[in-house]
């Protein structure tokens, strides 16, 4: 039984029992997190308040057989303000699948609690452009991944964007995009990416999180591609996107 430190982000957190709660965490030193919180359903818990799901938190738990233990949590961010607004929480507990989707294991990367916690800050602190967030979000984790899209050149024949005439696809399972003439119409895994949309993934791949423009990136548009792209490549090939409740898995 040994106790550690370590910071963590509430993925989820499921009921147990009559007062207990399990949770979920991908944490600073060791990734992907299963605790067991005891008690904190109790009116009196202060500690339940510090568990939301989206919260920060700097904790002390043992190591069980299965399940951690969390002993003691102190926020260190609530994001409180994303909970509030259904448009923000959304677009998180996108966020949060993508993390379960494409993190699995318990292999711990900093780069990627680093990642999270930005992309929840600019959620916070920003009046609009969530889609773009999302999106910015999800390719910056693919990419961390191993799994970075080719958005320079034709995935078929290698011939740039601009030299091609006509609409552009994405093919999520080829792992970029196709020009008008190899794309083989609609039977193909692809989809029409409007005009503009490119130089946006270009944006979102190049672009610091905290330095996304709130406005003008076609958000539904990147959010569509980013999401076929995670959907094509992770690992457990479903999307879950889970924050809070149960244990709702949405098909691929
Ligand atoms: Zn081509």
Redesign the pocket.
């Known amino acids: 039984m040994a106790v550690y430190r370590n910071k963590g982000i509430v993925l989820r957190s499921i009921r147990f029992g009559e007062a207990d709660r399990i949770l979920d965490l991908y944490t600073q030193d060791a990734g992907l997190t299963s605790a067991i919180a005891k008690g904190i359903r109790k009116t009196k818990s202060k500690f339940g308040a510090r568990l939301e799901p989206l919260s920060c938190v700097d904790f002390m738990a043992y190591t069980g057989r299965s399940l951690d233990t969390l002993t003691q949590a102190e926020t260190l961010r609530s994001f409180h303000e994303i909970r509030e607004d259904l448009i923000r929480f959304e677009a998180a507990a996108r966020m949060v699948g993508y993390v379960k989707s494409l993190s699995g294991g318990d292999e711990a990367d900093r780069r990627v609690f680093n990642l999270l916690y930005h992309a929840l800050d600019a959620l916070e602190g920003r009046e609009s452009g969530f889609e773009a967030m999302e999106a910015a979000f999800g390719m910056k984790l693919a990419i961390l991944a191993g799994y970075a899209p080719q958005l320079d050149a034709?995935v078929?024949?290698g011939?740039e964007p601009g030299e091609s005439e006509g609409m552009l696809r994405f093919a999520p399972g080829l792992g970029g995009i196709?020009?008008a003439?190899?794309d083989g119409g609609e039977s193909r895994d692809s989809f029409p990416m409007p005009p503009g949309s490119l130089e946006g993934l270009r944006a979102i791949v190049r672009i610091p999180l905290k330095e996304l423009p709130e406005t003008g990136l076609m958000g539904e548009a990147l959010r569509r591609v980013v999401r076929s792209h995670v959907i094509a490549h992770a690992p457990s090939n479903a999307l879950v996107s889970d924050v809070g409740g149960g244990g709702r898995k949405r098909p691929a």
């Open positions: 034709c078929e024949c011939m196709l020009c003439e190899c």
